[in-house]
């Protein structure tokens, strides 16, 4: 950011609602299937067809509402937006009015020190979140004389999170994005697939003279399916504006898409000449109604937020941020994690295993945590005997989880048969390590000239000899001990 100046960014997130049918009729709520197959005359906008509101869609709303400690507003409406467009089979899309179902909530993110002047967290109002439906999809480029329409995905239940403009940053804004991306996930109401568009962003970006009371006009930048695309094309456009605020010139309302390949955003419609919606009520749907009691459910039904569990995890472990959060990327990941912590009694080592071995099986099998083969309690043995320091990690690594992962045996068992536990009386490593100094007078000497780094070379010849069974850590210091006396 140019010195003199200050961003001011605003979010709106379309997060789709992982129910199983969609907002306003019984089709299945899916991804993948055969063109227009998953549809019916209420999603298909057919004359006389009526819509009946999802309870699904609307607990989950509520839940995400609660999540953000929103304002659920006990009486909210549908209206009618009314647009043209060919996805679009109704002539309007089913969206909510003036009084959305959660408003005035907030989400906490790291603030970008850089901007703020200062470290520390800060609060992201949410100004309101609210239920509508998704439109179906365009292809223009199935062949060159015809546009192709999929309305699959008509009538999908969206829930629209607007937040307020209060993010500083591109930073800021990828972190918030992140941390929103984080919590629909961990609440289980959405897939969180940013390339198939159940996660969607629009950012809002206005630039102003530092200190300046009101905003700069702003730019709304769309197309942005991925973390790394938000941050680029913020920062662009914020470089962009700065540009021609510095020359003296104004910058226009507009809308513009990113183009990741050309690495800038483009101009593609001029807000002034906005659309008039001519919202109206929905007169097909009653009043969206919600109960205390069914507040109070569903607050006492919240599980614990990823953030919550990421702060927990730093403290009772000492967890790095970025470790904390790579565990809590699914909260199924987050509950093996969990669960191999408490059973192993180790937190850090449960950590690295699930950073280390674990999500390297993942990766190369293609899987997700739900099909991994070895359950928390079987992984545990062996992180314990690890960090018992019975077992080498390498020889853990490398000779039981293998065998782990066959689904065969337990830790314990296959350490017994094979022999692998580690060695820890001093008596043999003793002997090892002054086998290894009579054999290597040079690097003795050295050391002894003050080359330290030789140390290392020594060690691994003790190991070595020790066939990868010998505790390193006593091989230190028994080495250690050895080098001072001769
Ligand atoms: P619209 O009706 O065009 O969507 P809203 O008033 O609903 O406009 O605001 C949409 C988003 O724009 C919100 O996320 C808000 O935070 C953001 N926003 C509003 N004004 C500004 C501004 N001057 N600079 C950056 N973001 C803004
Ligand atoms: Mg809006
Ligand atoms: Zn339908």
Not at 405 to 427: C, W
Request: aromatic residues 6%; negative net charge.
């Amino acid at each position: 950011m140019k010195p003199g100046y200050e961003a001011v960014i605003g979010l709106e997130v379309h997060v789709q609602l992982k129910t199983r049918s969609k907002m306003f009729c019984a089709c299945r709520n899916q991804s993948g299937a055969p063109p227009n197959s998953l549809t019916c005359p209420v999603c298909l906008g057919l004359p006389g067809a009526l819509p009946t509101l999802n309870a699904e869609a609307v607990r989950m709303a509520l839940v995400l509402g609660l999540a953000v400690e929103g304002t659920i507003q006990p009486r909210s409406a549908f209206y009618r937006k009314q647009y043209f467009y060919p996805d679009l089979p109704k002539g309007y899309q089913i969206t909510q009015g003036p009084v959305a179902l959660v408003e005035e909530g907030h989400l906490d993110v790291p603030g970008d020190a850089r901007v703020r002047g200062k470290e520390g967290p800060v609060r992201i109002r949410i100004e309101r979140a609210h239920l509508e439906e998704d439109a179906g999809k365009s292809h223009h480029d199935l062949d060159a004389h015809h546009s192709h329409v999929d309305l699959n995905r008509a009538g999908v239940p969206l829930l629209e999170i607007v937040g307020a403009p209060d993010l500083r940053s591109a930073q800021e804004a990828s972190d918030y994005l992140k941390a929103l991306h984080r919590l629909v996930v961990g609440l289980g109401i959405c897939d969180g697939n940013l390339e198939e568009g159940s996660f969607r962003c629009d950012a809002n970006v206005s630039v102003r003279k530092a200190g300046e009371a009101a905003f700069g006009t702003r730019v709304e930048v769309k197309n942005l399916n991925s973390f790394r695309f938000v941050r680029q094309a913020l920062e662009h456009e914020i470089e962009r504006q700065t540009a021609l605020l510095e020359a003296g010139e104004a910058v226009q309302m507009e809308t513009r898409g990113w183009d990741a390949s050309a690495g800038e955003t483009r101009g593609q419609r001029s807000k002034e000449a906005a659309m008039d919606y001519r919202y109206f009520p929905e007169p097909d749907l009653p009043l969206l109604t919600i109960e205390p009691e069914e507040i109070t459910a569903a607050r006492a039904a919240l599980p614990e937020l990823p953030d919550q569990r990421i702060r927990r995890w730093q403290e009772a472990y000492g967890l790095g941020l970025d470790e904390a959060q790579t565990l809590a990327q699914s909260p199924a990941f987050a509950t093996y994690f969990d669960e191999l912590a408490r059973l192993s009694g180790s937190g850090r080592g449960a950590a690295a295993w699930m950073l280390g071995e674990v999500s390297r099986t993942l990766n190369e099998r293609g899987i997700s945590i739900e099909a991994f083969p070895v359950e928390p309690k079987k992984l545990a043995e062996l992180v314990r005997l690890v960090d018992a320091r019975t077992l080498g990690f390498g020889t853990a690594k490398e000779q039981v989880f293998p065998v782990l992962l066959a689904g065969e045996g337990s830790a314990e068992a296959i350490v017994a048969q094979k022999g692998l536990a580690q060695i820890r009386d001093r008596g043999p490593i003793e002997a090892l390590v002054l086998q290894v100094l009579t054999a290597h007078p040079g690097p003795v000497a050295q050391i002894k000239g003050g080359k330290e780094s030789l140390k290392g070379f020594l060690v691994g010849q003790v190991l070595k000899a020790g066939n990868g069974r010998l505790d390193a850590r006593l091989v230190n210091e028994v080495l250690a001990e050895a080098l001072a006396k001769s």
